[in-house]
């Protein structure tokens, strides 16, 4: 399917904490192992970018990330920091919009199509800056998770659509 989207060389940027927004309503979650296989199946991929918050010392997820790393992912993890948004309440935090962000930047010269796993309108200015320079953009998200800022500027696929590929089943 997204063979018929794709132009030359491929970078895949994905923002983990829209994507498990994504599989909370989608009902099902993402097989990283098949996702980057259907990747290096579709087209020609040259990196495939993973970037999440990290909670301290989690094992569970600590081995994630490193079956991650062994599947050929590239991952950025930062700590997650503790907002407080009112007296009581607090949010965890661990944006790594910048730094995908700064990467795709650093990554212009490797491809020719950036797919970017996320839906969040903050990177609309990065969508931009990618197709100045020549390049094709594609968001894959979920509907609900992805803003009309990205849709604007990109050609959407939803992940609904890629279940049989790429979920996951024990």
Not at 73 to 87: G, L
Request: hydrophobic fraction near 40%; include cysteine; proline fraction near 1%.
């Amino acid at each position: 399917m997204i063979k018929n989207f794709v132009h030359g060389r491929v970078c895949i940027f994905i923002d983990a904490a829209n994507i498990l927004y994504s599989q909370q309503t989608l009902g099902w979650k993402v097989d990283f192992q098949k996702l980057k296989q259907y990747f290096a199946k579709e087209c020609d991929l040259k990196g495939i970018h993973f970037y999440t918050g990290s909670v301290g010392a989690n094992d569970k997820q600590q081995k994630f990330l490193e079956k991650l790393k062994y599947y050929g992912y590239q991952v950025t993890a930062k700590e997650v920091k503790r907002i407080r948004v009112s007296r009581n309440t607090f949010e965890w935090k661990g944006n790594l919009d910048v730094e995908l962000t700064i990467d795709v930047i650093k990554n212009l010269n490797n491809f020719d199509t950036l797919v970017l796993l996320s839906g969040d309108s903050d990177f609309a200015p990065l969508l931009d800056t990618v197709k100045q320079a020549g390049k094709r953009a594609i968001v894959m998200s979920t509907k609900g998770h992805v803003s009309k800022e990205l849709l604007e500027r990109s050609k959407y696929i939803n992940l609904k659509k890629l279940k049989d590929e790429i979920a996951y089943f024990k």
